[in-house]
């Protein structure tokens, strides 16, 4: 049971766009959730967090929507860069699970030129 | 530069031999997480500590699998005979967020 869904396993955006990656989840007792971004061969850079107690958060070109009701969020770049080319992961974790993280498939964001 | 080190980077083993993974964490940190991920995928959880003390081993740790934090300083992943479903890349994690090491990529032939 996938407990964060990635439902876009590839976006293409032109260069100087906005990129919106989507992530949901199931559970409910999420209260953290993060970005990362991966290159190839490499471990995961976190990009930005928050918390289930706000809706927005937002660090330089990289926005993330949390929308609880729908359990739902989303990671905004703008303006889109050929450098943000990278596969992008949706994680969550809880208290109660010592925060361990549950990690979507990701989605491999491709900037056009 | 996050902080957290993996060695080695790269390893190839054959099927059946054992391997050994080590991670040093951010020094200051006391929690420390090793997660696995295989293409395509996201990364998993396999084991968490807090210090010197393992909490949490999820059901993807067999019996093959063990990890150590001796001092809760570095930690170790240790894979005892080895099997091709084993390769992934094998990732540390420093806290719950942030900083992870670069990982190990295990492949088993």
């Known amino acids: 049971d996938q407990q964060v869904k990635q439902n876009s396993p590839s976006l293409s955006v032109q260069e100087g766009r906005i990129s919106i990656l989507n992530c949901d989840y199931t559970?409910?007792?999420?209260?953290?959730f993060l970005w990362y971004k991966k290159y190839p061969a490499e471990g995961p850079t976190f990009l930005i967090s928050?918390?289930?107690i706000k809706d927005k958060n937002e660090d330089g070109r990289f926005t993330v929507f949390l929308n609880k009701s729908a359990k739902h969020l989303s990671l905004h770049i703008v303006p889109s860069q050929p450098g943000d080319s990278a596969v992008y992961f949706c994680?969550?974790?809880?208290?109660?699970?010592?925060?361990?993280?549950?990690w979507g498939a990701g989605t491999k964001l491709i900037i056009k030129p | 530069d996050t902080g957290v080190s993996q060695d080695p980077r790269h390893k190839i083993t054959k099927r059946g031999q054992n391997v050994t993974f080590r991670c040093d964490p951010i020094?200051?940190?006391?929690?420390l997480y090793w997660y696995r991920q295989t293409l395509g995928q996201g990364p998993e959880f396999l084991t968490y500590?807090?210090?010197?003390?393992?909490?949490?081993k999820s059901r993807l740790l067999s019996d093959r699998f063990s990890a150590e934090r001796p001092k809760g300083s570095f930690s170790t992943l240790e894979i005892q005979r080895t099997e091709q479903g084993d390769s992934a890349m094998y990732l540390c994690?420093?806290?719950?967020?942030?900083?992870f090491g670069q990982g190990t990529r295990l492949t088993v032939v």
């Open positions: 559970n409910s007792m999420f209260d953290y």
């Open positions: 994680a969550a974790s809880a208290l109660n699970s010592n925060y361990q993280l549950i």
């Open positions: 020094s200051e940190h006391n929690r």
């Open positions: 994690a420093s806290t719950h967020d942030g900083f």
């Open positions: 928050i918390s289930s």
């Open positions: 500590f807090q210090n010197e003390a393992q909490l949490e």
